[in-house]
């Protein structure tokens, strides 16, 4: 049975040292976000995902979702399990305080997500699908529809889904057929069928509010008509209670690879009742609202699985006997030595914990910068933060979750035999893991997303402010001993980071195919130097504690012997990406599609 | 639903125009193997694995095996499938005509095997175990014991299995419990726990016939005592008719992540009869013997998947519209383009493509070096035959199925939200590829065997003489203008692949984890650059095909396209691994096991 530890002492260096969270006290929220509050909070999220969630996780694989006559039942425990979170007022952590929410940053927001997520990561897609409607309403709802809808998504009571794909299109929207007519009293009678629904059905909440995607009749076609809904489940009486059902049903579950869990639906909406969200024709730029948001929290998955899968190979490594060391007897006292000893195990754990301690810093960061873009009086600091969002959504979203699954089928790895049998709990990590390269824009559109939007935004405001904030770190850093290999490894990352970048804009304005036939690789460059500069960062802070004397010696120097790990072996990765940026598009369009 | 189309063209290429397997008609089993013959035996085998095994593969997924009281039933159509095997003779397709076979090569034989696992993997474990056996025996049991087994396992009458894994160990044999003691009648009682024992019980076979490893009563400790034993399911009479049930009965069926439909078996030993193959005390040798033949079936698996994988990503990128292409509308009768205009789905597409086509020439390259390796008259042939499947069974085995897998990965990215749908099966390509980097020794394994073993053997004859043939096509090439990239990224390659080499000659005495911290990747450049060596051979014999006028100009074309971009785009990896390789063991090494 696999088992997961909240990383703690990592979210306290990450919150109080690395960011010092408590030097943006003025700001709204961040009072409550004082060190003793949030490790406080922190300390309940942890009994919460370790007690309540992660017992869970495997049975939700093993029974995953029934549909009977329409009525969908989430696996054993997973009702009361919610009942729990909504007792404990989690879903309201980081939520306006108008509708009933705690106003917390969301860099702290992130946190208890991925502990979620780690523990039972198809279970966090219920209250991270409301959340994501919570957003999308809480920016453009009309007031009425906010005061409608919000205080129950809020307290939890009623969840939330987004409701965009459909049989024949996902990525390319302006294909989507579901139509909405116009009826006399301002509503819209809504028909369609949505599929891959994620929590579209179940039996953990009164009510599920869809947010839909749908042509008003008449409109535009391409995604220039397309707007956005609100259609709940169950109609409201005027008192706000529940009235009748709506007219949208599930008409099947998807049998799937993972996320068993999870109810993903088909959603048939045959008249439903809805009400618009924003303006006429413009409900793809309301739902982007949402899946900005949606895509950070899917990166993190990626790093959750990475996680809690290297948790497990780490326990199992260390207990596990098998061989003797290459450079000698290590136990002598055993028949075998522990697999930890021989490197190229080493080489799977330090990939996956290299990865999750790098990626966690950009997490927070990320988020950081996020909330300083939402909070800040000061229009530089909102304009700074927005750029970093709009720039690193699409690294965390496709980066993080490209490497979170690699390194949890390694941590697999480490298992031998064992990894492949359901009951040590290693495939459901990698299943899971799996979709969250798909979801919320496959990691190619991610990757287009950055090479074909971010880079070019604002004349490059962002990517090269985020070039700058690396310079100014370099030429801060000085020759300190212990930096300086992290110094270097971020300056070769970085400036193979502006090749690439100057190349796309040399070379893909006159053919876009260059730009399409780099673009993953660049999004991997990115992270990797993203991670690089985390990882700089965190290493300067750990010197500076050791240099300072500190009782927790330990922590800080496998900090920087982490850290150390990921300037060696992945750092040399962005050489690689570079040379195959450079290569352009042609071997890559040359055969006709039927020559394949 | 998946489908699956046996890729004939590509088979005759590789073995009537690259390896001319016409020239060795003078050796037993080759006159047989003339291309006329070849073709009728491929164009059954393509109808075989196209309409018998391939439409059980997602039935036997879904169903998978079951156990009631010790009897396991294989899923729906599996048992009248084996049937139809066995009647069409394809068990001794590759067998000694003394034992009934058609011994034909082993290099049309792997052919055979790859479409069997590319239509449907887990039932082709069963045949394919049977052949371990049978060469396990073939080589090493007594003639007694021989004429006893093999006619039968020759026929597929009865099947085989391998046992080696315990509870406790799998890669470190020399740790196994299992006991037998020596009876007056020269055979032995058996006794122990076997885990993970592929086809141990099923209900295709009159017999099973299992290959046992275990230690003598009173035997030298660790490796030095175990011994092989043969101990079938029903033992025989006098006559050879079957017997009375033998002690050996399946425990428990696995619960996995894929292969279904192949029972995964614990089988427990009370006191089974059994006798002894070869010597005492020598077991592994005489297991080994079983496992290479077996890492290379492994290593077929890998392409195997990434192959049908392939095909139907391929076949869904055609059909699926979705998006307009970067430079410019491609279909304007369509709502949308289909998929495989873009470049980032091309490059999905294209490193299977490239990978499945030099990873498909370098396992018949290497088929047809063990063939002369057991069939030539010359002993310098036969010597290098043997270094060659020496050094490259590891290569298969670790950098097929782990490239094999990410391929089947990224093929179902190209589905989007569909690829994780059971429905289209591209999941199940997924879960089966996974075992066959976790089974008949770990990658990990394979990177140490190449790495600490093989280089070094015979003074690192076989490494040499690999690096001179790629020398001596270098010389021959010439400077042909269509071959200039291949040479120029060959050489690239064998270059750092030779750096690496000598890197572990000069640094992996003095510290032996150096070999260990960069021995995956060193499999991993050893595999890019052989592959790169089959794509240069590949693309000269295509480019002097077109210069001489062919009917078939499309196929050779593409044929040079796709190994440019293997050229372009994988080669550069062999600089990444090197940089891996020569940073060493320090950092990987660097924690004590409790600051992980």
């Not at 749908?214 to 535009?220: D, H, L, Q, Y």
């Not at 950070?296 to 780490?314: D, T």
């Not at 207990?319 to 028949?335: E, F, H, N, V």
């Not at 090749?499 to 006159?510: Q, R, S, V």
């Amino acid at each position: 049975m696999p088992s997961y530890q909240a990383p703690l002492r990592d979210y306290r260096f990450l919150l109080h040292e690395l960011l010092d969270l408590g030097q943006y006290a003025a700001l709204p929220g961040f009072a409550d976000a004082a060190p003793d509050l949030v490790d406080a909070i922190l300390d309940e999220a942890a009994k919460l995902t370790q007690e309540v969630l992660q017992p869970l996780n495997q049975i939700g694989d093993e029974q995953g979702c029934k549909l009977e006559n329409g009525v969908v039942t989430t696996p054993e425990g997973f009702k009361a399990a919610y009942k729990t979170l909504v007792d404990g007022g989690w879903p309201a952590l980081v939520v306006d305080p108008e509708y009933g929410g705690q106003g917390l940053p969301n860099t702290l927001g992130v946190l208890f997500n991925e502990m979620v997520s780690s523990s039972n990561m198809a279970f966090g897609m219920y209250p991270g699908l409301s959340h994501g409607v919570y957003s999308a309403l809480h920016v453009h709802g009309s007031d009425e529809l906010k005061k409608t809808y919000l205080p129950k998504i809020v307290t939890g009571e009623w969840t939330g889904t987004m409701n965009l794909t459909e049989p024949h299109c996902g990525t390319d929207l302006g294909l989507l057929r579901t139509k909405a007519v116009p009826q006399a009293d301002g509503s819209y009678k809504i028909t369609g069928q949505k599929i891959f629904i994620s929590a579209g059905e179940h039996d953990l909440a009164d009510n599920i509010i869809h947010l839909v995607l749908a042509r008003i009749e008449g409109g535009p076609a391409g995604v220039k008509g397309i707007s956005l809904f609100v259609a709940p489940k169950y109609l409201l009486k005027k008192d706000g209670s529940l009235g009748a059902r709506n007219a949208v049903t599930c008409g099947a579950l998807e049998h799937k690879m993972g996320i068993h869990g999870n109810a993903t639906c088909v959603l048939n909406y045959d008249g439903a009742t809805g009400w618009l969200v924003g303006e006429e024709h413009k409900g793809l730029r309301a739902m982007f609202t949402m899946m900005n948001e949606a895509r950070l929290g899917v990166g993190l998955q990626g790093l959750s699985q990475s996680e809690v899968a290297y948790q497990n190979a780490l326990a199992y490594a260390k207990d596990r006997i098998q061989g003797r060391s290459l450079t000698g007897i290590k136990a002598p006292d055993k028949a075998a030595d522990p697999i930890i000893v021989h490197p190229d195990v080493r080489r799977m754990l330090l990939s996956a914990k290299a990865f999750n301690e790098g990626a966690r810093a950009l997490l927070v960061w990320t988020a950081l910068h996020g909330d300083l873009a939402n909070r800040s009086g000061d229009e530089k600091v909102r304009e700074f933060g927005e750029d970093m969002m709009a720039l690193l959504t699409p690294v965390i979203k496709g980066y993080f979750t490209d490497r979170g699954f690699a390194n949890a089928v390694e941590c697999q790895q480490v298992f031998g035999g064992h990894g492949y049998i359901d009951e040590w709990g290693m495939g459901q990590f990698v299943r899971d893991a799996r979709i969250a390269m798909i979801y919320e824009g496959a990691n190619g559109i991610q990757a287009l997303d950055l090479v074909g939007r971010k880079l070019a935004s604002n004349g490059g405001r962002g990517v090269f402010a985020f070039f700058k904030l690396i310079d100014d770190f370099i030429a801060e850093a000085g020759t300190d001993e212990t930096l300086k290999p992290f110094v270097a490894g971020l300056s070769t990352a970085r400036k193979d980071l502006e090749a690439a970048t100057l190349w796309f804009m040399e070379n893909a304005l006159t053919n876009p195919d260059n730009a399409g036939a780099g673009s993953t690789d660049y999004l991997h460059m990115f992270g990797v130097t993203a991670l690089a500069f985390m990882w700089a960062k965190m290493a300067k802070l750990a010197a500076e504690k050791l240099a300072a004397g500190t009782q927790e010696k330990d922590f800080y120097e496998t900090k920087i012997a982490t850290g150390r790990y990921f300037i060696d072996r992945m750092v040399p990765e962005t050489a690689l990406y570079l040379a195959r940026v450079r290569v352009g598009s042609a071997s890559m369009m040359a055969l006709a599609a039927d020559n394949f």
